[in-house]
Structures are given as C-alpha cells and as structure tokens.
Nanobody, 119 residues
C-alpha cells in the first residue's frame, strides 16, 4: 500500500505562483506513475500532470506552459510548480500514485489540498 500527503495549497492572486508537494510512503518501490489531479465543485476530477518513474511527463492542455511537474525518487516526493495562475485553476488538488501489487495496478490518492486563485 502507498500513502500520499499533499502540502502547499493556499490562496493566491491571478498571475501568481504556488508549489505543491506530495510525500509518498509505504510500498514506494512499487510506484510507477505519479501525478496531480484537480476537482472543482460540481465537476469531475481531471488530470493535471503526470510523471513516470523514468521522468516522462504529461500535461493537460489547460496547464501546458504554466505548470511543471517534477519527481524526486530518492526523496519519494512529487512536486507541481504552478505559475501564471488563473481563476479557473481554483480547485482541490490531489496527488496520485499508481503502483503494482499482486499483478494488479492500484491507484492511491492523497487527501487533497485546496488551491484558490482570487483577487
């Protein structure tokens, strides 16, 4: 099993920046992809960015060029640097990790951290 804990959310003005962090623990040697999803009230949880164990990244079109995901396997951390934040980036941001156990792929989620972009 893999546990995830996010930090770094908060209130920021449009155009500002925030950096989210996610610490993983547990059976971390089995983790493959890690990433960030977000969910606004009344909407589905959508992928923001993912990073593979080897460092390959994938971004949602809406954040490409503004957000950057990174991963430190030695520290069991994944980060999301968010720049040029917009009102529509307001959401609860969730860290996720896919890992293999008993020949199946499982997904763990963090508890979420609120990001509010407001003037």
């Amino acid at each position: 099993q893999v546990e995830l804990v996010e930090s770094g959310g908060g209130l920021v003005q449009p155009g500002g920046s925030l950096r989210l962090s996610c610490a993983s623990s547990g059976d971390i040697s089995r983790i493959n992809t890690m990433g960030w999803y977000r969910q606004s009230p009344g909407k589905e949880r959508d992928m923001v960015a993912t990073v593979s164990r080897g460092g390959s990244t994938n971004y949602a079109d809406s954040v490409t060029g503004r957000f950057s995901i990174s991963r430190d396997n030695a520290k069991n951390m994944v980060y999301l640097q968010m720049n040029s934040l917009r009102l529509e980036d307001t959401a609860v941001y969730y860290c996720m990790a896919d890992y293999v156990s008993i020949d199946l792929v499982w997904r763990s989620w963090g508890q979420g951290t609120q990001v509010t972009v407001s003037s």
